[in-house]
């Protein structure tokens, strides 16, 4: 059984930043990729970003390239989102997950409870 908990999540203005964690537990955690995705309100979940077992490859949407940093600390069990320059168009609940692979393009297969993110414009 894996847990991942998000947290970090809040309100923010546009052009501000905020930074999401993701606690796992288990000691497996430094064998897997992990990623973040959202879900907009009527929208589908999507990916944002994605990080391979040693934090070495790195996968970002393109919607989110260039302004969000995702990262893992092994040591902690934790991996982080770092989101600058936000948009209104960023605001969802964002979630954490474990991939079934080291790789980093891996699918998902845990997946936290999610953290709402809003930005107001």
């Known amino acids: 059984q894996v847990n991942l908990e998000e947290s970090g999540g809040g309100s923010v203005q546009a052009g501000g930043s905020l930074r999401l964690s993701c606690a796992a537990s288990?000691?497996?955690?430094?064998?897997?990729?992990m990623g973040w995705a959202r879900q907009a309100p009527g929208k589908e979940r999507e990916s944002v970003a994605r990080i391979g077992w040693n934090g070495r490859s790195t996968y970002y949407a393109d919607s989110v390239k260039g302004r969000f940093t995702i990262s893992r600390d092994n040591a902690k069990n934790t991996v982080y989102l770092q989101m600058n320059s936000l948009k209104p168009e960023d605001t969802a609940v964002y979630f954490c997950?474990?991939?079934?692979?080291?790789?980093?393009?891996?699918?998902?297969?845990?997946w936290g409870k999610g953290t709402l993110v809003t930005v107001a414009s």
């Open positions: 997950a474990r991939g079934d692979s080291q790789l980093v393009n891996s699918g998902m297969n845990y």
């Open positions: 288990g000691r497996t955690f430094s064998y897997y990729a």
